[in-house]
């Protein structure tokens, strides 16, 4: 019963930036950890940014002092700030349980042109 919706996703040039959502339903954010996951071409899917349910976040070597993720404490979205993008972050972005995952809802694009 629960859905994951991401968007906010682009084509942007590398050092932009870009904002994507994760909109959820049945599910409260501040009780379980949330992660933003991404799949490139050929690649797996792969954790780049989490949050849990005490606020801690975590963020993947490849990705660490440019991308941001937080929670609103009133509604049911998490966030992920991108900046300095950069080509190889090109790929389908996700959000999802850390635990328990449920279907993966659609992604959102994002596309970083050198």
């Known amino acids: 019963q629960v859905h994951f919706v991401e968007s906010g996703g682009g084509s942007v040039q590398a050092g932009g930036s870009l904002t994507l959502l994760c909109t959820t339903s049945?599910?409260?954010?501040?009780?379980?950890?949330i992660g933003w996951y991404r799949q490139a071409p050929g690649k797996e899917r792969e954790l780049v940014a989490a949050i849990s349910s005490d606020g801690t976040t975590a963020y993947a070597d490849s990705v660490k002092g440019r991308f941001t993720i937080s929670r609103n404490l009133g509604k049911s979205t998490v966030h992920l700030q991108l900046d300095n993008l950069k080509p190889e972050d090109t790929a389908v972005y996700y959000c999802n349980r850390r635990i328990q995952q449920a279907d993966w809802g659609p992604g959102t694009q994002v596309t970083v042109s050198s």
């Open positions: 049945g599910l409260d954010v501040m009780l379980v950890a």
